[in-house]
């Protein structure tokens, strides 16, 4: 199997938001359980860096939360 080359954190989080399709938004366990399955990362090594990666786009305005989910603007 052909080894993806890995993009920044940020990049994953919202790809991984767009392939969920959720209408009702995605959690963060969600996002980080797509990650670490499409790009072979441990889970527990990529949570922290999801969480962060929110973060900034919720003060960037670029997502939205929605009742503990987070919602691509």
Do not use: F, W
């Not at 995605?26 to 962060?52: F, G």
């Amino acid at each position: 199997m052909p080894v993806r080359k890995s993009q920044k954190i940020e990049a994953q989080v919202v790809e991984a938001i767009r392939k969920l399709q959720a209408v009702q938004g995605s959690t963060p366990r969600e996002i980080s359980n797509y990650i670490a399955q499409e790009y072979d990362i441990a889970d527990s090594e990529i949570r922290r860096h999801v969480q962060l990666a929110l973060k900034r786009g919720l003060v960037y305005g670029i997502l939205q939360r929605l009742k503990g989910q987070v919602l691509k603007n």
